[in-house]
């Protein structure tokens, strides 16, 4: 064989190399990259667990609210931001099931009109969003509970909210991420997680002046944010049993709740927007809201978009990096000064009128469904900004300012970031 024969042989055989280890790096890499994935995203688990000094159950007797506070931060801005959102905006329309609630807000015209439903929309979310994303022992969550306690008050002295829902309505805001997270998400809670949203939302509910005699170990105690939130769930799922039924008043406030789930969806994909939120709802809750169960066909295709979902984020989406934080709110730290809303569903309350935010893309999809931008019809939607003390119906705007100044000044005392369970142990 002369040379020539033997140099084309040779690059024959190099190219049928240099070929084989391409598909098999192919082969290689996508599991390499699966595993990758997961083991970075149980590492930012781990992380999360070894942050934080609370090895073992004993020592959650000591989390403190600040503590639980961060754990919570760590959940809903990289850990589950959109899964952890939806739960606390479902928390609240899961409430309407419930007919002593949902008449209380027909009465008070709360749902009469899409503006007013829109606008309570946003004013519970805005009051929520202060008091989860700032640190429990800051000015602006003194000022959104002393803001929320006055909109209550009158209320809740009158007899017209009951103390049971008022019990309820902040069990589903602690129940609800721990369920819709089982369903949805690519993990569960860990023990320390459950325990520091029970943790947070048990002193929550203190500020509220919320009572807990109706859970097993409301008079002498808890012993843990755990306890408590294992306690308050068993309670929940017992009232739900008996107080939430079918009632007209209930569809009234879920069908103006829906509209606004849905002002940002084509019209015609609307009915699959519609049915996606259906297939959300349990059985329970359908029922009282006089709503159709999902057909079958709808159920088969959203359990496949949440199991794809699932297998998507464990195996394929690195974690959110933390320079990239999701928030619904600004960081300014002032209580006094107006405030923003980053991220939004509905009609753009409290968001401010950016260039990009006018003429961005989003914008020009905004423009096209026929929706206003911020900054549209004047001052209707509020694009100059909140000021946690006025915020709520239009009627009490201006009002109340006193007796939320007296009870910011009782929270600047009492709500320091301690552990809420310090009494007991």
């Known amino acids: 064989m002369d040379v020539d024969t033997l140099l084309s042989a040779a690059k024959g055989a190099m190219s049928s190399i240099q070929q084989l280890p391409t598909s098999g790096i192919v082969v290689l890499c996508v599991p390499g990259y699966m595993v990758l994935v997961s083991l970075l995203r149980y590492r930012r688990r781990d992380q999360i667990q070894a942050e934080f000094n609370y090895p073992d159950r004993e020592s959650y007797a000591r989390m403190t609210d600040d503590d639980a506070f961060k754990i919570i931060k760590k959940i809903s801005q990289f850990e589950f931001p959109f899964t952890y959102l ?11 099931g419930i007919p002593t609630i949902s008449s209380l807000l027909v009465k008070t015209a709360q749902f009469s009109t899409r503006e007013n439903s829109m606008k309570r929309y946003a004013d519970t979310g805005v009051l929520i969003a202060e008091f989860v994303g700032n640190p429990p022992s800051s000015a602006r ?44 998400e690519w993990r569960e809670f860990t023990d320390m997680e459950k325990c520091a949203l029970g943790t947070f939302w048990k002193s929550i509910g203190d500020a509220m002046e919320i009572s807990y005699e109706k859970l097993p170990s409301g008079k002498k105690g808890f012993k843990d944010g755990l306890q408590w939130l294992e306690e308050i769930t068993e309670w929940s799922l017992a009232y739900e049993t008996k107080a939430m039924v079918p009632d007209i008043t209930n569809k009234e406030t879920a069908d103006q709740t829906v509209r606004v789930l849905l002002w940002d969806i084509p019209r015609l994909m609307r009915p699959l927007a519609r049915n996606m939120v259906l297939f959300a709802m349990d059985e329970r809750l359908r029922t009282a ?27 394929f989406f690195l974690p959110r990096p933390f320079f990239m934080p999701y928030s619904r709110i600004d960081k300014e730290p002032s209580a006094e000064a107006r405030h923003f809303i980053s991220v939004w569903e509905g009609a753009p309350f409290y968001v401010k009128p950016t260039f990009l935010r006018r003429w961005g893309p989003g914008a020009w999809i905004t423009w096209i469904l026929g929706n206003p931008l911020p900054g549209d019809e004047g001052d209707a939607f509020y694009p100059q900004g909140y000021r946690i003390g006025d915020v709520g119906p239009k009627k009490f705007e201006g009002k109340g300012q006193e007796q939320v100044r007296l009870a910011r000044e009782r929270f600047e005392k009492e709500r320091k970031g301690g552990c809420p369970f310090a009494v007991l142990n």
């Not at 939806?86 to 309407?96: E, G, I, P, W």
């Not at 008050?153 to 609800?176: C, H, P, Q």
Request: proline share 2%; glycine share 4%.
């Open 86 to 96: 939806k739960a606390l905006q479902f928390a609240l329309f899961r409430t309407y």
């Open 289 to 315: 809201m006089m709503y159709p169960a999902v057909g079958k066909i709808y159920s088969f295709i959203f359990s496949s978009i949440f199991s794809i979902r699932k297998f998507l984020l464990r195996h």
């Open 141 to 184: 969550t003194h000022e959104a509970i002393a803001r929320m306690n006055y909109l209550h008050n009158g209320y809740r002295m009158s007899g017209k909210i009951l103390d049971d829902d008022m019990l309820y309505t902040l069990s589903l805001f602690a129940v609800e991420p721990v369920r819709w997270t089982k369903e949805y």
